[in-house]
Nanobody, 121 residues
Framework: QVQLVESGGGLVQAGGSLRLSCTAS????????MGWYRQVPGKQRELVAA???????NYADSVKGRFTISGDSTKKTVYLQMSSLKPEDTAVYYC???????????????WGQGTQVTVSS
């Protein structure tokens, strides 16, 4: 019954900023790594940014220096601050959380429903 709810997508002009949020709820023992992916029609979903429970982050080369991922373990929420947005950032963005629900069952990935980010010229 784990549910992920995303918010923050929208339409923005090139050079603008947006902040995406994703909150998980339900029966959760532990949240491991958290991340954001994006997908454009006709292309595979790609990793944008990820963060571990310890705070270690990594980013796709295309967004380094422009995007910042952060998380709040208490709120079980992951954020993606996007700045200096470019038209090529236009995509559906999905949050992903690796979550352990039961002690004796391996962790698995859970996905948000996706939020559209459109960057105009």
């Amino acid at each position: 019954q784990v549910q992920l709810v995303e918010s923050g997508g929208g339409l923005v002009q090139a050079g603008g900023s947006l902040r995406l949020s994703c909150t998980a709820s339900g029966s959760i023992l532990r949240v491991n790594r958290m991340g954001w992916y994006r997908q454009v029609p006709g292309k595979q979903r790609e990793l944008v940014a990820a963060i571990t429970s310890g705070g270690t982050t990594n980013y796709a080369d295309s967004v380094k220096g422009r995007f910042t991922i952060s998380g709040d373990s208490t709120k079980k929420t992951v954020y993606l601050q996007m700045s200096s947005l470019k038209p090529e950032d236009t995509a559906v963005y999905y949050c992903n959380l690796n979550i352990r629900v039961w002690v004796d069952v391996p962790s698995r990935d859970y996905w948000g429903q996706g939020t559209q980010v459109t960057v105009s010229s």
